[in-house]
């Protein structure tokens, strides 16, 4: 059974920082695409990072280049997403997601990070950034 996990989420000031984990399991990382996703209260579900993990591609939102970066410990399933530079519209609940289509598909849902090609979600987990 394929599992995602978040953990990490909570309350931060603007400007701080803060570390997502999503926990995998039920595959291996090698060759499918890990995303991670946001959805603000009223908003709809947005983009926010993906790598593929099958050749190191990495994606981001413009909203959150510079600021953001994702990585892998494929030896643990797991990816994270460091956050810095926090802003008060970074608030949303994040959705860990993965793609297990096959290698272009995956890696085409991935670079335009489109929540329907992804196969598995996590529950979420709540960033509050404070002003």
């Known amino acids: 059974e394929v599992q995602l996990v978040e953990s990490g989420g909570g309350t931060v000031q603007a400007g701080g920082s803060m570390r997502l984990s999503c926990a995998a399991s039920?595959?291996?990382?090698?060759?499918?695409?890990i995303a991670w996703f946001r959805q603000a209260p009223g908003k709809e579900r947005e983009g926010v990072s993906c790598?593929?993990?099958?050749?190191?591609?990495?994606y981001y939102a413009d909203s959150v280049k510079g600021r953001f970066t994702i990585s892998s410990d494929n030896a643990k399933n797991t990816v994270y997403l460091q956050m810095n530079s926090l802003k008060p519209e970074d608030t949303a609940v994040y959705y860990c997601?993965?793609?297990?289509?096959?290698?272009?598909?995956?890696?085409?849902?991935?670079?335009?990070?489109?929540?329907?090609?992804?196969?598995?979600w996590g529950k979420g987990t709540l960033v509050t950034v404070s002003s």
């Open positions: 039920g595959f291996t990382f090698d060759d499918y695409a």
């Open positions: 790598f593929s993990t099958s050749d190191g591609s990495i």
């Open positions: 997601a993965a793609s297990l289509r096959t290698y272009y598909t995956a890696k085409y849902y991935c670079e335009n990070m489109l929540y329907y090609g992804m196969d598995y």
